[in-house]
């Protein structure tokens, strides 16, 4: 068991997921999302605020598979602990909510990037890695795969 | 002692020329850029295998320069080509559909890390103007040198 610490849950579809509340910038309602030719999965565009051009990931792709509904706003994310701290912009189906849940460690076959499980009533939330879920073959193969 | 360079690249108002591919607006140095023209004076190009995006070749005065259909290098749908623009250091014409503007741009920031496909070659960074992003084109990731000299070897050229 780990000690209680503060997620932010937020909900993609039917489903919620968590990021521990320290890797969370803001929760953003819906700006201009801005699209360029590239090739990097799940990247959908990017976004100015503030001055400051922001990458968005449609991780819902790799979280429950192309019929996610519709996004209705960012969460804006840090993707680096520390100096290099990156930020992304997550789309995701509703409001979120702060919490203060005991984490529980991640068992079974779960990918990677569910670093752990918080049970909050009947519902088990998975607690997400950013740089898992966006190591480079995780998100070739999810992009392709996805994920039921 | 080295000093590391910031995080944005940043020019002093440079000219840049704004040109339209299908739905998407891009951005080149002016001084990256020779000459802008009609399709005029194109002939095909002998078809190269791997090169499926270079189908005309351009001869002028003593130079060759291969036309990099703008659209199929950017791995877009195919679209409205109207104008070239022939770049300075390279043997390279590059297709556009339109050329919307020369504007200054004073700042020019890198391409954010979480983009790591092709896009790390094909843009020296990211313009945002009027708040609109817009990718300023590396001129050097539409042939590199070694690829011009297979097309060359391969009797693409002239």
Known sequence: MTSPKRYVLFPIGKKRFALPAEEVAELAKPDLLQAFPHTTPLMTGVLVRRGAIIPVCDIAQVLVGPSAPTRRFYLIAARDAGRNRNLIALPVSGECELSSIEARPQTGRLPDYVTSLLALDEEIIEVLSLKILMADDSMKRSAVEGRA | ?158
């Open chain 2, 1 to 158: 002692m080295s000093v590391r360079k910031p995080a944005a690249t940043t020019h002093r108002g440079e000219p840049m020329i704004l040109f339209a591919v299908g739905p998407n607006t891009f951005a080149i140095a002016a001084a990256e850029v020779d000459e802008i023209r009609d399709l005029h004076d194109l002939t095909p190009s002998k078809p190269a295998f791997g090169y499926s995006k270079i189908k005309n070749k351009l001869q002028r005065g003593k130079r060759d320069y291969f036309v990099v259909d703008s659209a199929s290098h950017f791995q877009m749908l195919p679209s409205k080509t109207a104008r070239l623009l022939v770049l300075r250091n390279h043997p390279v014409a590059l297709t556009a559909d339109s050329i919307d503007r020369m504007t200054d741009v004073s700042l020019v920031q890198q391409l954010p890390s979480a983009f790591r496909g092709l896009e790390r070659t094909w843009y020296k960074g990211l313009a945002v103007l009027d708040g609109t992003v817009i990718p300023v084109v590396n001129p050097a990731s539409f042939l590199s040198d070694a690829e011009v000299t297979e097309l060359r070897a391969k009797g693409a050229g002239l």
